[in-house]
């Protein structure tokens, strides 16, 4: 596609439901990073994908976070039991892997967890 | 541990004010280092730097590398209401280029 794709934009779930926030990257991006943003704070690295591979999880905060990337494209990010600390912006972002770095942003999903 | 820090958090100037972003890191085999505005929900890019000394520029934006020091800045000219919006640097690092984010730099222009 154009640019990278997130779905919903906006999400509101009551606490203890499960949600799939999925990432649509710019075809071709063999790298996509999940990144949660709380109100006024800054980013906050998730996960990183390499093609369908996650080298780096280090940033899921628990084990009720998990992610998965299939055809080296779209991924989804899924949260167990959501409690409200989990309300944030989730942002996804991927870029080519190949000499230029630059990442390029989907527009987000709001996620409210009441 | 790579990181990067961003300074300061915060800024509020007037319009017409000139300000210096800071962002400095530590990461092993450093890529890059791109600087990002972030209006609303998703950043968008304003330069990759890889080269020490090299000015970007874009309007009254500019940006320099410092690789022996490990920095960057992101100057603002003649600033605008406009230019009110969270600066963020991130530096590719290692084998697999990913980026490590600095934590944001909040600017507010005041008319």
């Known amino acids: 596609g154009a640019g990278v794709s997130q779905s919903p934009s906006n999400k509101v779930t009551e606490k203890g439901k499960d949600v799939e926030l999925r990432c649509d990257p710019i075809s071709g991006h063999t790298a996509l990073y999940w990144y949660r943003q709380s109100l006024g704070q800054g980013l906050e690295f998730l996960i990183y994908f390499q093609g369908n591979s996650a080298p780096d999880k280090s940033g899921l905060p628990s084990d009720r976070f998990s992610a998965e990337r299939t055809g080296g494209s779209v991924s989804t990010l899924t949260i167990q039991r959501t409690q409200q600390e989990d309300s944030a912006v989730y942002l996804c972002?991927?870029?080519?892997?190949?000499?230029?770095?630059?990442?390029?942003f989907g527009q987000g999903t709001r996620l409210t967890v009441v | 541990e790579d990181k990067v820090v961003q300074s300061p958090l915060s800024l509020v100037v007037h319009e017409g004010d000139t300000v210096t972003l800071n962002c400095s890191y530590e990461?092993?085999?450093?890529?890059?280092l791109l600087w990002y505005k972030q209006e609303k929900k998703a950043p968008t890019f304003l330069f990759m730097l890889t080269s020490s000394g090299i000015e970007k520029k874009s309007g009254r934006l500019s940006s320099i590398l410092d690789k022996k020091e490990l920095f960057s800045i992101l100057n603002i000219t003649a600033t605008q209401t406009g230019d009110s919006a969270i600066y963020l640097c991130?530096?590719?690092?290692?084998?697999?280029?990913?980026?490590?984010w600095g934590l944001g730099t909040s600017l507010a222009v005041n008319p």
């Open positions: 990461v092993t085999n450093f890529r890059s």
């Open positions: 972002a991927s870029s080519s892997g190949r000499g230029s770095t630059e990442a390029f």
């Open positions: 991130a530096v590719s690092a290692g084998n697999n280029r990913k980026l490590i």
